[in-house]
């Protein structure tokens, strides 16, 4: 019987080592419950109405929208949808009715270009984006640099940028919204990203953190990017790729190249409190999977990477 006893008690200290031990190399948020707040973007089912893209929502677990374009009217402005006190009172019911919020307007607002006609109608776009979101209670508008013009030097692209921030933080300034500037195009890399952002310092200013927009250009990891720039990140968008002969090919989560699971979990055992929202490309790429697949996709991987 001692023997016996004395065994047993071994191979429970054994076993609960073993436990232990796994339990220590889990995750951060494995052990405190992190349960990741999942959106998408419209931009992934140009040709839903409405109605189809709340019930899909409500439906697969979502709990915000990011919209970019309603039926392909990228001006929301003029969506019917948000163009009348009556249109926005009734789209403001529905995403109560499906327990869904609104957590950011992409607008088309490019802050780079230099000629004055064309500036002034690009940040007039973002001011118009910011009274709108006041009007929805929508915490962010999107705004993004695109290229780096050859006609001009960096240095007087990145001050437009800075310069455009500015107009439009002032802009915003005593609302609820704030501006967000999208990782994009050809600022991507850490090191200009900082210094605008540095150099902004706004309250109403943030990062919309396009995790493989960076990667597939740059080459950075996030597990460099994201320290740097984690005190402007405020909301993230997810998508995957594989690069095939200097192209993208967008693939399901999980399924590509991009170490986009590195970022997320970054982002997790901070405790992130914003939004992971889906990006699935398809009014600018016709030729990958329908919505009804890949917005289904994106929550079941998203599951069972946090499970």
């Known amino acids: 019987m001692q023997a016996k ?31 990741p707040k999942l959106s998408f973007s419209t931009l992934g089912c140009p040709d839903w109405n409405f109605d189809k893209i709340t019930q899909f929502a409500a439906e697969h677990g979502y709990k915000g929208l990011e919209i970019r374009g309603i039926q392909r009217e ?11 006190t009556t249109a926005r009172s009734l789209t403001m019911a529905r995403m109560k009715e499906k327990g869904l919020r609104f957590v950011g307007l992409g607008s088309s607002s490019t802050l780079h270009f230099k000629e004055a006609v064309k500036r002034k109608e690009q ?3 973002g001011k118009r984006f910011i009274d709108l979101a006041e009007q929805l209670k929508c915490p962010y508008v999107r705004v993004f640099p695109n290229n780096f ?19 439009l933080s002032a802009h915003a300034k005593g609302s609820g919204v704030e501006v967000l500037m999208e990782t994009h195009g050809d600022l991507v890399y ?16 943030g990062l919309i953190w396009d995790i493989s927009n960076m990667w597939t250009v740059t080459g950075e990891a996030p ?5 740097a720039l984690k005190k402007y990140i405020r909301h993230v968008h997810v998508k995957d790729a594989i690069k095939e002969e200097g192209k993208l090919r967008y693939t399901f989560l999980g399924k590509g190249q991009v170490p986009i699971f590195e970022g997320i979990d970054l982002l997790a055992r901070d ?3 914003g939004f992971y929202s889906f990006e699935w490309e398809k009014l600018w790429h016709p030729e990958i999977a329908e919505p009804e697949l890949a917005l289904a996709d994106y929550p079941k991987a998203m599951k069972a990477h946090f499970a």
Do not use: C, H, W
Not at 7 to 34: C, D, H, M, N
Not at 74 to 84: A, Q
Not at 190 to 205: C, H, Q, T
Not at 223 to 227: D, E, F
């Open 5 to 35: 006893s004395t065994r047993s008690r071994r191979e429970f200290i054994q076993t609960s080592s073993v436990l232990l031990g796994g339990l220590l190399y889990l995750p951060a948020f494995a052990k405190t419950g992190y349960a």
């Open 74 to 84: 990228l001006d929301l402005v003029k969506s019917s949808i948000f163009n009348s």
């Open 123 to 125: 940040l007039e776009d």
């Open 149 to 167: 013009p050859k006609e001009q030097s960096k240095e007087e692209t990145m001050d437009l940028i800075k310069a455009g921030l500015l107009e």
């Open 190 to 205: 850490l090191a200009d990203l900082e210094k605008i952002m540095k150099e902004v310092n706004s309250p109403k200013i």
């Open 223 to 227: 597990a460099k990017v994201y320290p």
């Open 271 to 273: 405790n992130y409190k």
